[in-house]
Each structure stands twice: as structure tokens, then as C-alpha cells.
């Protein structure tokens, strides 16, 4: 089927910046939108951004001007930069993407929702 990977989480200072990548696999069709979600403990999960096939993106308010979400179709990933980061923005970062991928079975083509394993960004103030 499909998987992602992510990297690039770790600990960084306020006002620092980090870069995290996701990279899917498997036996795809086309990826539709792609994008990441955050969880911090005790919270639900909420979008962060997430970026069209087309490059259309949408971004949570508290990110605007500080995150930016980019892709590269060719290579089937897609990126987070972070910058100007906060203590609040502690959590575990998702890839997510929406998939179409070659099935053995009837239909030959299907749709997947795939999530990574996450990865945790700690900002310390």
C-alpha cells in the first residue's frame, strides 16, 4: 500500500526554527493533499497546514507567518518549515496524506488515508 515517513523533529530554543520532512512509498497513484497535525499532551490532535497537489495551502491561525508547508510532487513529500517557534507549539508532529494507490484487488485503484508515526517537536523557552 502506501507509507510516510517523517524527520527533521527534535528540541530547539524559542525563536529557533526547525524543518520537518515526510516522505510517501509504496505503490501510488497520485497523492491529493498532504499536510501535518500536531497533538501536545492532553490535547486532541488539530490541523497545522496542509498543501493541495496544485499548491494550494491552508494553515492554522496560530502558525500564519511562522510556518510554511511545501511539496514535491516528484519525490512525494512534503515539507514544515518552522520558524520564530514557541514553548506552545510543544507536540507531536503528523504527516498525513490522501492517497490513491494501486490495488492487487478490484477496483485496481484505491483511496488512502495514510499517517505517520509522528515525530516531537520541543521548544523550551
Known amino acids: 500500500q502506501v507509507q510516510v515517513v517523517e524527520s527533521g523533529g527534535g528540541l530547539v530554543q524559542s525563536g529557533g526554527s526547525l524543518r520537518l520532512s515526510c516522505a510517501a512509498s509504496g505503490r501510488i497513484v497520485r497523492i491529493n493533499d498532504m499536510g501535518w497535525y500536531r497533538q501536545a499532551p492532553g490535547k486532541q490532535r488539530e490541523l497545522v497546514a496542509t498543501v493541495t497537489n496544485d499548491g494550494r495551502t491552508n494553515y492554522e491561525d496560530s502558525v500564519k507567518g511562522r510556518f510554511t508547508v511545501s511539496r514535491e510532487n516528484a519525490k512525494n513529500t512534503v515539507y514544515l518549515q518552522m520558524n520564530s517557534l514557541k514553548p506552545e507549539d510543544t507536540a507531536v508532529y503528523y504527516c498525513?496524506?490522501?492517497?490513491?494507490?494501486?490495488?492487487?484487488?478490484?477496483?485496481?485503484?484505491?483511496?488512502?488515508?495514510?499517517w505517520g508515526q509522528g515525530t516531537l517537536v520541543t521548544v523550551s523557552s
Open positions: 498525513n496524506a490522501q492517497t490513491l494507490y494501486y490495488s492487487e484487488r478490484s477496483p485496481p485503484v484505491r483511496s488512502l488515508e495514510v
